[in-house]
């Protein structure tokens, strides 16, 4: 799908995320013409978005559900990359239905983290049939990162459970540095362990997959998750 030039977009949420997207979104057509961070975000207005209609969101637990509901109220259509909300989305699918808009979600927007999900799923379902392995999951990301299980590993944890696997599955998580992210599976019997990783090597790959979920929302309603519309992504 693609786009028309310069097509106005906000950024909510100006941290490494943000610079990253602001930096990559003419590649997508996009003409970043507003951007909000703690200090400004009060003044979200019809005014200070400047004529855009689709938002990139990168910011809070807290914050998220709040900016979401501003946004859709606003009438914009919004990507939403923050993590740890999602006890809160059954509200914002509401407020989302309300002000007919759009919502694209996900723990992690990298293409490649997605497929892994896939790949997970299909694993897990096969070693659910044999109750001689055990399973668990590893992730590593930079000091800075505030929540812990990660998005992702959260969601890897769930597929799996949701393909069948109903046995104990540990998780536990590292933080240090700058480390742009590693998530591992495991499943492991007296016999031989099979281990399933994906390593980010930057940020890039979030930044542009949200803003290929932002190409892909123009003119849509409701709310979907990124990996749902993976296979209708230019």
Not at 166 to 184: D, I, K, V, Y
Not at 213 to 228: L, S
Request: with cysteine; glycine share 10%; hydrophobic share 45%.
């Amino acid at each position: 799908m693609s786009i028309a030039p310069d097509s106005g977009l906000a950024i909510v949420g100006y941290g490494k995320m943000g610079h990253l997207i602001e930096h990559l979104a003419p590649e997508y057509g996009f003409a970043v013409r507003a951007k909000f961070n703690s200090a400004n975000i009060a003044g979200l207005s019809e005014q200070s978005l400047e004529g855009s209609r689709t938002a990139i969101e990168f910011t809070m637990p807290a914050a998220a559900p709040a900016n979401l509901a501003s946004l859709a109220a606003l009438g914009v259509n919004t990507v939403c990359g923050t993590t740890g909300w999602l006890a809160k989305l059954p509200e914002v699918r509401a407020t989302i239905a309300f002000a007919n808009t759009a919502l694209v979600y996900s723990a992690n927007f990298s293409v490649g983290v997605n497929l892994f999900l896939q790949t997970v799923a299909n694993a897990a379902a096969a070693f659910a049939q044999h109750p001689e392995y055990e399973a668990w999951g590893w992730e590593i990301h930079h000091s800075a990162k505030k929540d812990a299980p990660s998005g992702t590993l959260n969601a890897l944890a769930q597929q799996i459970r949701d393909s069948g696997y109903t046995r104990t599955l540990m998780l536990s998580s590292s933080r240090a540095g700058a480390h742009p992210g590693t998530h591992e599976i495991g499943f492991d019997s007296a016999a031989d362990t099979i281990t399933l990783r994906h390593t980010a090597r930057s940020r890039e790959g979030f930044a542009r997959g949200a803003l290929r979920a932002a190409q892909w929302i123009a003119g849509k309603k409701g709310v979907h998750e990124f990996r749902d519309i993976l296979g209708e992504l230019n």
